[in-house]
Each structure stands twice: as structure tokens, then as C-alpha cells.
């Protein structure tokens, strides 16, 4: 995938940077919960059906957690009302996500949990010896947590590859399946790196039939927003994908399962699985798919 699992997390504690008092509680936090074990994401994006976005300052997928860190502009009464109606439409997001462009990581779990760190009391700004007190009570909230949930060690090598998904039988949108290659992709399905199970045409433009059994009437499908031969929307909701029909692209009744590309928010691409799409109808230049399924069985390849 390019970075290092150092560079990766480096990167991340660096989007706060020209923000002191984020910047020292999220590395203060990176540090307490020895985060190179734990995945997190700094200035984390979530788009809203609107359009509009938010970023969480500090995001752990795998515990569900949210910390913001409350600076002194959240105490400005019309920013209190404003960051309460923000707030709402992250939780209904993450409640609604079926798999947003842009989410990166964000999980489709709906138990949001949020911990604040408070910069300031009422208009005064704290004492850096206050700040910490607010800081060792949601690292000792989170760490109970990670005790409780007891979340699987952060292997970075793999995030990005079908071995992480090995022993699965299933995957659903929910897994937030994130893959580098398409040769992932097909890997999910019992295929082989090579790609000797598909033709050199249709690994090439991310589509081609699977090679697992159970789900020979079914296609895989990696859609890009932009291409220089296709045009592929993929809803806010998640539910549809317009297809532009640049030239014959196989037959639209075989339903698809979908990997589509997305980016996380330092920029690095992969494809997530965003569902099974079925052909729904034809709309001017484009094909209309919506979502018939959010899981299929796999059989991922263990022998590459």
C-alpha cells in the first residue's frame, strides 16, 4: 500500500498539528493506549446525505469510540447548538452508512460511543493539569472498554489484503472490507493471484465472473467514480450505483458483487465491498443497480 505502518500512524497523528491543544491530547491518547496495536484515525471524515461533512478528531473502528476534543470556539452558545445538531447527524450517519465514498474505516455500527476532552470551562481555558485529568478519564473509560470488546491485534501488513478475511465464511458491508488490489478482490472468491481464473481482460477492468461455486451467477465488480471510460455513482445511501453505459459492459441482469473504490482519509485507495447490486432499470445513458444483499459467501484462497 505504499506507507509503513509507522509512516501510516505518524501521518495520522500529524493532521492535527496546527491544532496544539487537539494535537497533545491525541497523542497523549496514542500513547496511553498504545495505539500502534489499536487502529485509529485522526480528523476522521464521515459525509452526510446532505453533502456536508464532519471530521471525528480521533476515531477507533474497532471499538466504536469517538473522542473530540473541545476547543474554545465549542463554547460560544450558538457553536454549543451547532455542535449538538452536528453530532446528531454523525450518529444518524453511522446509524444509515451503507458504505460512503469516502469513509474510509468508519464501522456501520450504530453504538457510537463519544468521549469529550474539554479545553475549556465555561469561557476560561484549563490548566494543562486539568486538561490531563479530563484526558486519564477517557483513557481509563477506553481502556475498560478494550478489555470488554478485547479487539484482535492491528495487523497493518494485512489490512489491506484478502488474508485478513481467511477465515471467514461470509463478509458483509458492515466488515468494511477494504482491499488494495483486485486480485483481493478475486482472491475472496477462490481465485489465485495469477489470476489464471479469469481472463487478463476482465481482471484488468474489474469485472469478470467469480470462481466460487456457490456464486457462479454472480459477477465481481470494482467501479471507480471517475475513468476514463466509465462513469460510476455510487449513492450517499449506498443503495444504488449509476452505471454510464460507455459501451457494452456484460449483461445487466447478473448481479454484481461490489467492491467500490474509495479513499481513507489520508488519500490511500482500496476497494470496500459495498454489497450485491442487482440490474433495477435504465436511466438515459445509465444503467440503474440497486442493493440486493449486504453479505456474500466467500472462500478465500489460503495457499498464496
Known amino acids: 500500500m505504499g506507507l509503513t505502518k509507522s509512516e501510516y500512524i505518524l501521518k495520522q497523528l500529524n493532521k492535527s498539528k496546527n491544532k496544539i491543544y487537539e494535537a497533545y491530547v491525541t497523542h497523549r491518547l496514542f500513547n496511553a493506549l498504545k495505539s500502534n496495536d489499536l487502529r485509529f484515525s485522526c480528523q ?21 469510540i469517538q473522542v473530540e476534543i473541545d476547543e474554545g470556539h465549542h463554547n460560544n452558545k450558538k457553536n454549543i447548538i451547532s455542535d449538538e445538531e452536528r453530532q446528531e447527524l454523525v450518529k444518524q450517519t453511522i446509524d444509515g452508512l451503507n458504505s460512503l465514498e469516502r469513509n474510509g474505516i468508519l464501522t456501520l455500527k450504530s453504538d457510537l460511543e463519544i468521549f469529550r476532552v474539554e479545553i475549556y470551562d465555561e469561557s476560561s481555558l484549563k490548566s494543562i493539569e486539568q486538561i490531563d485529568k479530563d484526558i486519564d478519564d477517557v483513557i481509563e473509560k477506553i ?39 483486485i486480485s483481493d478482490v478475486i ?11 479469469f481472463t487478463d481482460g476482465e481482471q484488468a477492468r474489474g469485472f469478470g465472473k467469480l470462481s466460487h461455486i456457490n456464486v457462479q451467477d454472480i459477477n465481481y465488480w470494482c ?43 489520508l488519500g490511500i485507495e482500496f476497494y470496500r465491498f459495498v454489497g450485491v447490486f442487482g440490474f433495477l432499470k435504465l436511466d438515459g445513458d445509465y444503467n440503474v443497480y440497486e ?7 466467500v472462500l478465500p484462497v489460503q495457499d498464496n
Open 44 to 64: 476522521h471524515y464521515v459525509k452526510f446525505e446532505d453533502g456536508n461533512y464532519a471530521l471525528l478528531d480521533m476515531y477507533f473502528p474497532d471499538l466504536n
Open 143 to 181: 481502556k475498560n472498554i478494550i478489555n470488554d470488546v478485547k479487539p484482535s491485534l492491528w495487523n497493518f501488513e494485512e489490512e489491506f489484503s484478502y488474508k485478513k478475511y481467511v477465515n471467514k465464511k461470509t463478509i458483509t458491508v458492515s466488515d468494511n472490507i477494504q482491499l488494495k488490489y
Open 187 to 197: 482472491n475472496l472468491f477462490g481465485g489465485k493471484k495469477d489470476g489464471n481464473h
Open 223 to 265: 467501479p471507480q467514480k471517475s475513468h476514463k471510460n466509465w462513469d460510476n455513482r455510487l449513492s450517499d445511501d449506498g443503495l444504488r450505483i449509476h452505471e454510464k453505459r460507455f459501451e457494452e459492459h456484460g449483461k445487466q441482469e447478473i448481479k454484481r458483487a461490489t467492491f467500490f473504490k474509495a479513499k481513507d482519509n
Open 291 to 297: 442493493k440486493i444483499s449486504d453479505r456474500i459467501e
